[in-house]
Structures are given as structure tokens and as C-alpha cells.
């Protein structure tokens, strides 16, 4: 019943083709009947029944050590055995009005099971831009609920809503940061600023966006310069808060990645987060912490707000990718006042959560995240030998657990040296303006990251 | 292999205990921790394992006749026996990079296979909120490329547009109709215009909302008055167009159900639709026809649309619920010129394509459209007499296959008639202000109707 990663996955990447091999390539048919979809983004196409653990193997046969599954999205490998055995995923309830009787144990043992400090609640949605939507939906209900205190809604706000005008439709913000990434639906995308190709020809709404630090690293080598980067950031959030106030568009809620990851891996200081909870709760804004991709047990703690070591980080945390179902923890304040208020028809999978379980009982019976916490500290001892030894290449390398990123000298290198390596069969990804982020699943050991490290180290010492 | 559904589902309801049940009530352990969850919408809880084809069986043992079908989002009832042999649900590919390799052979045999007149593009997504999201951009992209022609963004509209602002983050509009329904993400909720507890509190958009024609039914028998109504609603429409244009918020785009579900069962002439797509292509709007509940055969033609007998009905169409996954058809026209601009980590679920697929073959080899429309004409027959034998109780019956509805007296009238109707065992919902709709799957056949209307009238001579 406990098969080691080793014994199930492969021992090496092989590489049959270049990458997108014959089997991959988009133009001749059968893949031409492709143009179905939006396929500008499609890398290659991929035999998941040959994949195994940390092995992705694609049409063509090629088989590479993964750094970047599926998006930072898979929790424990793929295809880990004991997750075959599950059965009952043909009838998807609507979860919010006909969930199966079993619903509530399964929430016990998946999602409640890892609820962050001081959050009893969580809502299941269907992906990570749902979640964030219903989590800001959450916090706008909370925020007017608060300032209409026992009165209910007046006749004017109940017309004007349906309009789409206030006061029924109220002019409130969520702070966010730049460089953050929280999804690409209409409200989240109100929230992301990363990336141009997100947000371009899209309708916004003028929320406050506030600087985050552009520390340097190693963070424990600039502790006083990168402080004083933070409190430039703090206080201008604050003056934010104030300034969108007065501008008749109060904040209700902030939001924030523990580490920006589609952003370019930008990390802050616990100080930094635990400062900003406070200028959050002192201005009657929620704290919403977005652990969409730093959830999950990456960066060694099971969520990476653990790491602040406070036992009050936030009133709503949102996740989704390597918890195979989207949603949000909540505090019992951030409850609506009724039902339907924050509802859709799915309201999540709960075939998920049965996943969700056995990759829980994973965690827990393999000690992944201290797994993840070594294989971690090897990966990143590794990327700071690589940069000294190519010092024109490489710089910059951070991380938490295995949630690592080091920068290239510019976008072109970047690109290109994830291509090379891809040649040789390990799969990375890219992030911010010139960052390579490594996003290995759960069961990503020591030895997975020598491998990686002699191949990388061969794709830098061929590089011209 | 062919199993009719008479043999692997139930005779008759059979009910044991009120609803909800001592097993489904949310107060006494276990179910109090189910606090954890936005539960103030929860009917009862569910054993899905027992339940089979039409009958829905509840955790007291409860037997009900199900013409709601988890928010009619069920394509052939549950547990179909041939859906159980599908394996491999354990790996979620992120779609948009990685697709399986047997990916576009699964989208032909499934969603391409039905695809709308004049489309042959489809991007399938989580959910139906996240389609019409991701349907909205993908027109807001399309008239944005057009106004620009031949020239990229400029270098203003690249850095606006990382600050919420314009011209990058332009000032467009998406013109929809009152009482219509299109989910409750903040793009889509500004379209969503059918209960006060769907937008109350949440910040929305100036968008243009155009009046959805109130008819007399039923329609045959109220042409002239429904032509002159439906006019004045087509005269709004091109109003609203030009105003938004005059106020600096350029309508992109159309969005409109086939009959407004959500917000009471509102039908509309093919006439009606007909010159309202006329419209849209006539100001450069792209026609966005959001299918996600009338869609998958309800209506006994696969798409609503497809009653309206034209060869090209929009330049998007919607989908979700019976289709299993979330998504959208498109016209090539709507594809954006790069990829990640329509992207995020899933993009829908290739293990729902797995089922769609066999839902389809059973839709094709039961003739399921034909039973649909059968049943759905004795279920509106059975209406019509029953408003006919209970004036005071009930009137204007509608439908379109088994998509129909009937209206209460009053919203009073309506709870109770649905409340004791699901004492006797049959699940209905309602929708709009007194409305009752019928959502049954598409293995409702003649007799369930029949059954169905003896335990209504059964409800209806008892109603005081």
C-alpha cells in the first residue's frame, strides 16, 4: 500500500524528440482540428496515462522531470497510486442547495482538516478566480452589513442594485498590490497587475493599487535596507486607504500573495504581512491572503502565512491549484447574512475533495512537507552555488521550500534557457519580467533536485 | 449493454419522513459542523449512491420524482450506468499548455460534435460564471482589434492598463436585459438583472439594460399584442446602443438567454431574436447567446437557439450545467491575436469531456431529444389543464420541450405548492417572482410526466 515515489515514477528524464516533438506540433492533422481552441498558449501535447510522480511524459514520448506541474497546480505527482481506487465521481451535485450526506465529514477530513489558525469556515468554489471573486463578494456584504449595523437595506438600495447603480451597487474597493495575481475574471483582473497580456481592451474599476517592496536577497543579508523599502510600502497603503476614502470608494477589503508568484517571485518580510494585518484591521478593511499558489505545502509549511507565525493571519484565505478544488477560508464575521448571497449551481466538486483526502493522508503519512523543507534548502543551496558560478547569468536566487525562483540577465536568456532545459528533459517555468520559478510538486526529493541542478548546470556551462 | 432507464431507476417516490429529515436537518451534530460552509441555501442532504435515473434519494431514505435536477444542471439522470467505466479522473492538466494528447479527438467527439451553426471554435471553462466572463473578454478583445486595425496597442494603452485605467482599461459596455441571468462573477453579475439578493452590495458597472418583452401566453394566441410588445423592447435596445456610444461606453456586445430562466421563464419570439442579432451585427456588437440552462437538449432541440431556424444565431454561445464543463463556441472571428489573453491554470476539466462524451452517445442512441420532446408536450398539456381545472391556483403555462413553467398565484403560493408537492415526493424549483419551473433531465419520459401531474393535482384539489 505505501509505494515510495521512487518505486513508481521513473528513474531519469529520456528525450526522444526536440520538444514540441511530431506528435506535439500543431499544424499537421490531426492536431490542426485543434484550432477549436485557444491554443496560443498549448506547449505540447501530453500522455498523462505514461506520466508517473515527477515524470511528465509527452505525445512524442519524451519523459521530463517536472519543475513546474501544471501551473504550480499538482499536489503530490502525478498519478499517485493510491488515488486510483476511488470511484463515484459521475454525479456532481449542486453543492449549495443538494450536497451528498457524507459532504460535511468529507469537508472534516480534506479542507477542514488544514483550515488556517482561527478560520472554522470555508467555501468550496470550482476554480481560483471563483474563489476570489466570492471571497471579495464576501468581504463587500461584510463591509455594508457593518455600516448598516441592524438596519436592513433601504427600498432605494434594493431598486438600484438591480441597475447596477448605487447605493444598492456600492462604490467599494479592494486594495491590491503591483505585481499581483489573483485571476483573470472582472474582479479579480481589478486586482492583478502583472502582466500587460492579462489586462489589456479589459473594463476595470479604479481600485488603489500600492507598491510592493522590491527587496533584495538573501532577505537575512539586507534586513535594514529592505525594512525601510517595507515601510515605504506600508505607508503608502495607508495613504491609499485614506486618499480612496475620501474619494467616496472606501477600501472593504486588502489583498495580497504571501510571496507575488506570477509577479516574478517577490517575497516580504513576516514583519512586512504581519504590519500590513494590522493597518487592515485598524482601517475596518478584511485581510484577504491569497494562497492560490503558495498553498498546498510548497514552501514547507502547509500554507505559507504560517511562516508569519501569527496565530490571527487574515480573515479570509483564498486557494485553489494543488487543493484540486478552488475556495476560501473565512472568520465567522465574513458569514453572510443569508443564503444565495454567495452561491452559483456546482459550487465546487466534491470528487475533488475525496481527491483532496488520500492527497492529505499522503501529506501527512510520507511527512512530505518536511520532505519539501529539505529537498527545499538543496534546491536553493544549489541555485546560490549556480549564480556565484555564473555570476553573468544568474542572479537573485530566492525561495521557501521548494518554491524557488532565481533571475536571468534578461527576458531573451530567461526564455531561452528554459528551452534548453527543457531539451534535456526537465520542465520549468517563467514568472515576472526575467524570473525561472520552480514549482515542483509535493513528492519533489533531494535527489530530484541534483538531478535538476547537474542538468542546469550543464544548459549555463554550454550557454554563449 | 442497453439499459432503458425503467430498469436500473425507481417505480414511484417513496417517502419516509418529512423533508428535510432528522438525518438532513442542519442543527444536531454532525450536521452542525457543517457550519463551516454558506449553508443557508441547503434544501436537504443527498445519498447520491442510491439515487438512480430520475429519483433522487435523500439521506432519510426519501425517494423524490426530480424535475430539478440539482438546478437543472443534470443531462440523463444519475448514475447512468454506462458512465461508471470511465477511469482516469486523477490528473487535471492545466489545459491552456499541457493538453492530454488525446484531448482534440475528445472535444470532437464531444463538444465539437454539437456545436452551433457557423462555429467550430470552442473554449471550454470551470464553470458557466467563468465562461460568460471569459466570453465578455473575449469580445471586449475582438472590438478593441477592430477599432485599432492594422496597429498594435500603443505604449499609453500598455501602461494604463496595468492601473486599472484607460484607454488601456477602456470604457465598454456589455448590453443585457432585465430579468436576465448570467452568473454572479462581477463581469457577469453587472448582466444579471433577476433578484435583488444576487447584487445587493456588490460595486457593478454603468451598463446598459434593455427592457426583456413581458408576453402573454400562450404565445400563438397573443401574436399581435407579443409583436407589439417585442418591438418596443427591440426600440429600447437600439436606444441604449446609441446612448452608451454618445456617453463614452461603446456596447462590445449583446448577451442574452433564449428563454430568461432564473428570473421567471421569460419567452421571447424567434422573430424577436432574429431581429435583436440583426441589431447587434448592424452597430459592429458582437451576439452573445448564453445557453448555459436552456442548452444540452431540454428543449428537445440540442440549443434553444437552434428553434429560431437560423443558420447563424450568434457570434458566441454559453455553456454549462448538462454540458458537464463550463464553456463557449465562438466564430473565428472572436479568437483573440495571442495566446494567455483567454487563460487560466485549468481551463475546464478534460475528465468532464470524458463523461460529456458518453452523455452524448446515450442522447443519440436513446433518441433522447425526441423523448424530451414527447414528454415535454404532455407535461405542457397537463399544465394547461390543470391551470384550466385550478384558475385561482395557477396560469400562464409555458414551455419549450420540458423547459416549461406555470405561475402561483403569489410567491406565497408558490413556496407552499413546491414544499407540498416535495412532501409527495416530487422536487420542483421555482424561478422569477411566483413562477414554478420544470428542470427534469432528458430521461424524463411520458409516464414521469404522468406521474408527476397526478401528484400536482393531488397538491392542488388539497391547497386551501
Redesign the interface.
Known sequence: YHIPVSEFEYDAPSMKTPVPGP?SKLSPP??S?????????????????E?RGNY?VD?DGNRMLDLYT??S??PIG???PS??S?????????L??????N???K??ESL?SVAPAGM?????M?????SN??A??AM??W???KERGASG?SAE??SS?????GP??????ILSF?GGFH?????CL?TT?SK????????????P?APFPKLQYPLEQFVRENAQEEARCLEEVEDLIVKWRQKGKPVAGIIVEPIQAEGGDNHASHDFFIKLRNIARKHGCAFHVDEVQTGGGTTGKFWAHEHWGTGDPADIVSF??KM?T?GYYFKDEL??D?????????MG?P?KNV?LSEVLNVIRRENLLEEVTRSGKALLQGLYELQAQYPHLLSRARGLGTFCAIDARDDVTRDNLILKTRDKGVLLGGCGEMSIRFRPSLVFKEYHAHQFLNIFNDVLAEYK
Chains 1, 2 share one sequence.
Open positions: 506528435k490531426p492536431h482540428l485543434f484550432i477549436s481552441q485557444n491554443v496560443g498558449a498549448v506547449n505540447f501535447f501530453c500522455n498523462y496515462e506520466s511528465l505525445a501544471q501551473i497546480s499538482v502525478v498519478s499517485f488515488l486510483f476511488q470511484t463515484a465521481f459521475v454525479n456532481r451535485p449542486a449549495g442547495i443538494l450536497p451528498p450526506e459532504f460535511p465529514e469537508l472534516i477542514l472554522t469556515r470555508v467555501q468550496t470550482a476554480c481560483g478566480s471563483c471573486e466570492n471579495f463578494k463587500f456584504i463591509y455594508k452589513i437595506p438600495e434594493m442594485c438591480m441597475i447596477n447603480q444598492g451597487c456600492p462604490d467599494l474597493s503591483m485571476g483573470r475574471t472582472m474582479g481589478a497587475h500587460v497580456i492579462h489586462k489589456l481592451d479589459i473594463p476595470s474599476f479604479d481600485w493599487i485553489s491549484k484540486l478552488g458569514q453572510p443569508k443564503g444565495y448571497r454567495i452561491f452559483n449551481t456546482w466538486d470528487s481527491f
